[in-house]
C-alpha cells in the first residue's frame, strides 16, 4: 500500500515527494513539466524501455476524485505494471484542485473539458505539448463517480477490452460527448490520434479510499494484461 490510506490525504507536494524518491529505486526518468502561464508544473513520469509499445495513465484530472491519484503510485511503487510495455504517466494533473479536495482547478477550471486546440488551460497545455509526436497503444484515465453505485468505465476504439474489466461499460460517440460535456477532456484528445485505444475507468465514491484505490489497480493491470493478449492475437 502506499501509506496514504489514513483519513488525511496527502498534499500534492507529498504525494510529488514520494514519486521522486522511486527515480533511485525503480528506473523512473521524472521531470516537471511547465503549466504555460501559471507558477505551478505537473509531475511527468516514463517508466520502461522506450523502444517498447507505450501505454499512457493519468489520474486527478478532477482534484477530488483521490482514488486513482494514489492508484498509480501504489502500482509504480509495488511494480505492478508488465514490463513488455513502457508508460508515460501522469500522477496528477490538477494539482491545485488535489491540493484544495475540488474539482476545479485554483483557476476555477475543469481541467479535463480543456484540452481542445492545443489545451486552454495551463494543465492541459503542458500535457498537450510534452505528449506531442507520441503514440500510445492503450490508454487509461481515472476517475470516480459520486453518483455510482459500482465501478465501471468509457471506452474509446475498436477493440472491446472494457466489457471484461467494468461492470458496466459505455462506448458514447466521441463526437456526441465532446459536445454534451462543452469540451475536449484528456482521453477524447487521447483517442483523436495519440492512442489507438482509450479507458476512462471511473470507481464509486461512495466507497471506503481503500476499496476504491485497489479497485483502480486492479482494473489497470487487468486492462494492460488484456492490451498485451490483443498484441499477440489471443483476443479481438
Not at 504525494?15 to 521524472?30: E, G, N, Q, V
Not at 516514463?46 to 484530472?61: Q, R
Not at 483557476?107 to 500535457?127: H, L, Q, Y
Request: net charge negative; glycine share 8%.
Amino acid at each position: 500500500m502506499t501509506g496514504f490510506m489514513s483519513q488525511t490525504l496527502p498534499t500534492y507536494q507529498q504525494l510529488a515527494a514520494r514519486w521522486k524518491s522511486l527515480r533511485s529505486t525503480h528506473d523512473l526518468a521524472l521531470r516537471e513539466v511547465a503549466c504555460v502561464g501559471a507558477p505551478r508544473t505537473l509531475l511527468c513520469a516514463d517508466l520502461g524501455e522506450s523502444t517498447k509499445p507505450a501505454i499512457h495513465l493519468s489520474a486527478g484530472v478532477h482534484g477530488d476524485e483521490p482514488a486513482g491519484v494514489l492508484a498509480l503510485l501504489e502500482l509504480v511503487e509495488g511494480r505492478m505494471l508488465d514490463e513488455r510495455f513502457a508508460y508515460r504517466i501522469w500522477p496528477c494533473t490538477n494539482p491545485t484542485g488535489f491540493d484544495a479536495r475540488a474539482r476545479a482547478s485554483v483557476d476555477g477550471v475543469d481541467v479535463n473539458r480543456t484540452f481542445g486546440r492545443g489545451g486552454s488551460s495551463p494543465e492541459a497545455k503542458a500535457i498537450v505539448m510534452a505528449n506531442r509526436d507520441r503514440k500510445f497503444a492503450l490508454a487509461i484515465d481515472l476517475h470516480e463517480d459520486d453518483e455510482a453505485r459500482a465501478f465501471y468505465c468509457y471506452e474509446y476504439g475498436e477493440r472491446e477490452l472494457g466489457k471484461a474489466i467494468a461492470a458496466s461499460c459505455l462506448r458514447p460517440d466521441p463526437v456526441a460527448e465532446a459536445e454534451s460535456i462543452g469540451g475536449l477532456s484528456l482521453s477524447l484528445l487521447l483517442r483523436r490520434g495519440a492512442a489507438s485505444h482509450v479507458l476512462t475507468f471511473e470507481s464509486p465514491a461512495s466507497l471506503e479510499l481503500r476499496e476504491r484505490v485497489a479497485m483502480h489497480v486492479a482494473a489497470v493491470i487487468d486492462a494492460v494484461r488484456l492490451e498485451s493478449q490483443a498484441s499477440q492475437g489471443f483476443v479481438k
